[in-house]
């Protein structure tokens, strides 16, 4: 017989078995009289008694062992011992190393725009899906994807998403994705255009800045962005800023920004430098079709070795009341003014 004792938090169980022999020898009730009888005085018995147990239980201590009839049968697991339930329990091992190595190629992206806008350039990267149910129709398409490849989504409530997505502002869906990584320079320069804006940020690491960055990209048809981590322009604030624009721009990569930079100067690009306060004003500044636009972030602005790298140095004047724009600002009115001087019609 087995039975199952449980703490009050319900996370003690610990298993008992009473043999048969303690059954039949056990002594009479102190309280109600009644038992004691064992297999030689019972009527019709001619089991053999059971033999004797002089044994104490295997596991247990000498210390505070009594002559309870109850014998513990199951015990905690070596130290050596390896976690292999053989899919019998539902269970499996899953190596930590593994799933160290998972996380840091997979993110979390949301927005409803976003996420619609990253099944359409790139479904194979999807690796599972939550929704709210009031957006499932606007995503039937994806859906029917999924099933098809076999690819897990969950229709959850609102809260329950806030959890899987970390904001409260995830438009009501979430994909886990497999992270891009990014395209080195000289690769890019094999199929470049010959109208070519690419931008090279250094330190910016603001999501939402970075997300307001490609937005403009993806408007005036900037495809390249020069980053120290590809994995930036992949954060889940940074692609729902992005609106969708996050799937029209490459992460390209190089040992440092200055090496990237060298790079793309050999290859006939010129380097444009920005600042508040110094430079050619823009609205007396030609922009080359072929460029690098280098920005920094907002506090500092750019670096002074970055600065001196500049072919072109441009500023964005203003009343001065403020220090400086916000960078993701400053990028859209720069790039509006390549545009209509390389692309407009």
């Known amino acids: 017989m087995n039975d199952e004792f449980k703490g009050k938090s319900g996370k003690v169980k610990v298993m008992y078995v009473r043999g048969d022999h303690d059954s039949e020898t056990r002594g009479q009730n102190p309280r109600t009289g009644k038992g004691g009888r064992t297999s030689a005085t019972r009527p019709g018995n001619d089991r053999r008694p059971s033999r004797q147990v002089d044994e104490k239980p295997r596991g247990r201590r000498d210390e505070g062992y009594s002559d309870s009839p109850w014998r513990t049968v199951s015990r905690a697991p070596d130290e050596d011992d390896k976690p292999d339930h053989g899919g019998i329990s539902g269970q499996s091992f899953i190596d930590p190393a593994q799933l160290r190595r998972q996380r840091t190629e997979e993110t979390r992206v949301y927005g409803e725009n976003a996420c619609q806008a990253l099944f359409l350039s790139r479904p194979e990267c999807l690796v599972r899906a939550w929704f709210i149910q009031s957006v499932t129709p606007r995503f039937r398409e994806a859906l029917r994807w999924m099933a098809a490849n076999r690819k897990a989504y969950h229709v959850v409530d609102d809260a329950e998403l ?3 997505s970390g904001t409260e502002h995830h438009g009501g869906v979430c994909f886990l994705i497999k992270k891009r990584v990014g395209m080195a320079v000289d690769e890019w320069l094999t199929s470049a255009s010959e ?38 322009l992949e954060s889940g604030a940074a692609v729902r800023t992005a609106e969708g624009g996050a799937e029209h721009v490459q992460a390209l990569s190089a040992e440092n920004l200055a090496a990237g930079l ?14 508040s306060h110094r430079g050619t004003p823009l609205a007396k500044a030609t922009f080359p079709a072929k460029m690098v636009l280098v920005l920094g972030q907002e506090h500092d602005g750019l670096s002074d070795a970055v600065w001196q790298q500049g072919d072109l140095n441009v500023s964005i004047g203003g009343t001065g009341d403020v ?7 400053a990028t859209g009115i720069l790039l509006a003014e390549w545009w209509r001087q390389n692309n407009a019609h």
Do not use: W
């Not at 400086?324 to 600002?329: G, I, K, R």
């Open 162 to 164: 806030a959890k899987v």
């Open 195 to 232: 109208k070519d804006c690419v931008l090279a940020l250094e330190d910016i690491g603001n999501p939402h800045n970075l997300g307001g960055i490609m937005r403009s990209c993806a408007h005036f048809g900037v495809k390249g962005l020069l980053v120290d981590d590809a994995s930036l």
């Open 262 to 275: 060298d790079v793309f100067r050999q290859a006939g690009y010129t380097i444009v430098t920005t600042s």
């Open 323 to 329: 220090e400086s724009l916000n960078v993701s600002v």
